[in-house]
């Protein structure tokens, strides 16, 4: 059974900084792309950013470019989000997913596995 857990969320004020962690299982890690999404209150699931299999490529919203980055370590099956200079508007359940097509991908419907979710809360 595949699973996806999210950790590392939590309460920020705007500035702050969050690294935030998924670690895989029941899958073979090094064999599926990463990606991260955000969904807000009443608002739609966002691509965040993407990594490839070996992470030699990226990909990144313009929102968050310069901001946050993505990294993975294979031999931990685990894909990190270190974000930086958090903003009100980065405020969402994070989710991370796999997709074992070696896509950056950026849309939702090209990952096969999700993870439930961490919380990010940005303040003021």
């Known amino acids: 059974q595949v699973q996806l857990v999210e950790s590392g969320g939590g309460l920020v004020q705007a500035g702050g900084s969050l690294r935030l962690s998924c670690a895989a299982s029941?899958?073979?890690?090094?064999?599926?792309?990463m990606g991260w999404f955000r969904q807000a209150p009443g608002k739609e699931q966002d691509f965040v950013a993407a990594?490839?299999?070996?992470?030699?490529?990226?990909n990144y919203a313009d929102s968050v470019k310069g901001r946050f980055t993505i990294s993975r370590d294979n031999a931990k099956n685990t894909v990190y989000l270190q974000m930086n200079s958090l903003k009100p508007e980065d405020t969402a359940v994070y989710y991370c997913?796999?997709?074992?097509?070696?896509?950056?991908?950026?849309?939702?419907?090209?990952?096969?596995?999700w993870g439930q979710g961490t919380q990010v809360t940005v303040s003021s």
């Open positions: 997913a796999a997709n074992s097509r070696n896509m950056v991908a950026t849309t939702p419907r090209d990952y096969t596995y």
């Open positions: 029941g899958l073979t890690f090094s064999g599926y792309a």
């Open positions: 990594i490839s299999r070996s992470g030699d490529s990226r």
